[in-house]
């Protein structure tokens, strides 16, 4: 079991806009501005997406954008488009001896 | 090109020990805090451990402290992993990955990991 919780799937058609939420608690989430997300397609590294809660890296699209209300963070990608299929990690550092923890990951389909 | 390449993985019977490597390029290496963080097979990611820019702090998952030692060599510019007592549980693809860096009167560590290599999968069996 993952300590930050997300949706094992979510969906959307092309053109539309999801959410991606990721639930901790106040030891890591709550206590931290320090959430990033990660994409991932299969049998490939991950790669950063958003860091900083709401930070893009550049050459990430602005149609990623991050955001965070008390213990949940929340991943919007808008204008869906094919090559958005992915899984996307949330993580954040923590106030305990386990320095990162990682969401269990979505699977996002695009329809 | 910043560049993370991995290797040192395979196959070993429980109780058994593996060293991974991690080669780095592209960038001043030993400016960059590293981790390692693993992902079983259809699973997701789990953090491992961390070192810091110079090798003098490092940081453990508690499900490999007192069995797994990260270190670098910054004159090789290369990432280590020493895995020993291994379980089946260690099963796993190992990513090495590059702690950011934020910029605030000087660099300091940024929280996130960018980028990060290819993986190298550890399978532990008898």
């Known amino acids: 079991q993952s300590a930050l919780t997300q949706p094992a799937s979510v969906s959307g058609s092309p053109g539309q806009s999801i959410t991606i939420s990721c639930t901790g608690t106040?030891?890591?989430?709550?206590?931290?501005?320090?959430v990033s997300w990660y994409q991932q397609y299969p049998d490939k590294a991950p790669k950063l997406m958003i860091y900083d809660v709401s930070n893009r890296p550049s050459g990430v699209s602005n149609r990623f954008s991050g955001s965070k209300s008390g213990n949940t963070a929340s991943l919007t990608i808008s204008g869906l488009q094919a090559e958005d299929e992915a899984d996307y990690y949330c993580?954040?550092?923590?106030?305990?001896?386990?320095?990162?923890?990682f969401g269990g990951g979505t699977k996002l389909t695009v329809l | 090109e910043v560049q993370l390449v991995e290797s040192g993985g395979g196959l070993v019977q429980p109780g058994g020990s593996l060293r991974l490597s991690c080669a780095a390029s592209g960038f001043t290496f030993s400016t960059y805090w590293m981790h390692w963080v693993r992902q079983a097979p259809g699973k997701g990611l789990v953090w491992v451990s961390r070192?810091?820019?110079?090798?003098?702090?490092?940081s453990y998952a508690d499900s490999v402290k007192g069995r797994f030692t990260i270190s670098r060599d910054n004159a090789k510019n290369t990432l280590y992993l020493q895995m020993n007592s291994l379980r089946a549980e260690d099963t796993a693809l190992y990513y090495c990955?590059?702690?950011?860096?934020?910029?605030?009167?000087?660099?300091?560590?940024?929280?996130?990991?960018?980028?990060w290599g290819q993986g190298t999968l550890v399978t532990v069996s008898s």
């Open positions: 990955a590059r702690q950011g860096r934020r910029y605030n009167s000087g660099w300091s560590p940024g929280e996130w990991f960018d980028p």
């Open positions: 106040s030891s890591d989430i709550g206590g931290s501005n320090y």
């Open positions: 993580s954040s550092y923590t106030s305990s001896s386990t320095l990162v923890v």
């Open positions: 070192i810091n820019n110079d090798g003098s702090t490092t």
